[in-house]
């Protein structure tokens, strides 16, 4: 385990200085990760049995019980199903316009460190690729000043290897990251679409039993 460790640490050292701010990415992609796990964990407790339900409550013109089962549920399904109950009597012109505000503020929380994350999937093999053209650079100077060292040529080749740390490391985490963002972008759709799916069906329900203004 030392040894693994002692090698982490020189392929890391190794790497150049570049592997620092590529640390601080990968850090910061893992706090962003967790992020997002956590806060699309709670907007996805709501899905299609939760709008199946209150349906079904509000067919049995129980829409005040139908409110108070959203009310508490986290979620944007939620969320919106509660601002039409509560919203039944305007025109369905504002209701509509209601939901679709509560919507998009809950799509701006969930798209939250998207956008950085889409950033450190470009950002990071080329600051990986920075970190080897400069330790290439190194090694070529070196390799200048000890042409006819034997001894010296054989640090030089490993040199070379070492200066590819960059490269690998930022590409391993642009990877990481462009897969991290495109599942969190898919989530995110999916869930958009569910609630426009929701809130339609309820308001279609309150419009067939007249339970909604025109």
Same mark, same amino acid.
């Given at each position: 385990?030392?040894q693994?460790?002692?090698?982490?640490?020189?392929?890391?050292?190794?790497?150049?200085?570049?592997?620092?701010?590529?640390?601080?990415?990968?850090?910061? $992609?893992?706090?962003?990760?967790?992020?997002?796990?956590?806060?699309?964990?709670?907007?996805?407790?709501?899905?299609?049995?939760?709008?199946?339900?209150?349906?079904?409550?509000v067919?049995?013109?129980?829409?005040s019980?139908?409110?108070?089962?959203?009310?508490?549920?986290?979620?944007?399904?939620?969320?919106?199903?509660?601002?039409?109950?509560?919203s039944?009597?305007?025109?369905?012109?504002?209701?509509?316009?209601?939901?679709?505000?509560?919507a998009?503020?809950?799509?701006?929380?969930?798209?939250?460190?998207?956008?950085?994350?889409?950033?450190?999937?470009?950002?990071?093999?080329?600051?990986?690729?920075?970190?080897?053209?400069?330790?290439?650079?190194?090694?070529?100077?070196?390799?200048? $000043?000890?042409?006819?060292?034997?001894?010296?040529?054989?640090?030089?080749?490993?040199?070379?290897?070492?200066?590819?740390?960059?490269?690998?490391?930022?590409?391993?985490?642009?990877?990481?990251?462009? $897969?991290?963002?495109?599942?969190?972008?898919?989530?995110?759709?999916?869930?958009?679409?569910?609630?426009?799916? $929701?809130?339609?069906?309820?308001?279609?329900?309150?419009?067939?039993?007249?339970?909604?203004?025109?």
């Open positions: 385990m030392e693994q460790q002692g090698g982490l640490i020189h392929i890391f050292l190794a790497g150049g200085l570049v592997m620092w701010p590529l640390l601080a990415i990968f850090i910061a $992609a893992a706090f962003f990760t967790v992020n997002r796990i956590m806060e699309f964990g709670k907007a996805g407790k709501s899905g299609s049995g939760l709008t199946d339900e209150v349906i079904n409550l067919q049995q013109g129980r829409e019980e139908a409110l108070s089962r959203v009310e508490n549920e986290p979620g944007p399904v939620a969320q919106s199903l509660a601002t039409i109950l509560r039944r009597h305007l025109p369905i012109e504002d209701i509509e316009r209601q939901v679709e505000v509560g998009e503020d809950y799509m701006l929380r969930l798209e939250r460190y998207l956008p950085a994350l889409d950033t450190f999937t470009t950002l990071s093999p080329l600051l990986g690729l920075l970190g080897t053209i400069l330790g290439m650079v190194k090694v070529f100077q070196q390799f200048t $000043a000890n042409a006819n060292d034997n001894t010296a040529k054989q640090r030089i080749l490993a040199g070379v290897g070492e200066s590819l740390y960059a490269t690998a490391f930022g590409i391993f985490i642009a990877v990481c990251c462009f $897969a991290i963002y495109n599942y969190f972008s898919a989530k995110q759709r999916s869930i958009s679409i569910e609630t426009s799916q $929701a809130a339609t069906r309820l308001i279609a329900v309150l419009h067939e039993r007249q339970a909604i203004h025109h």
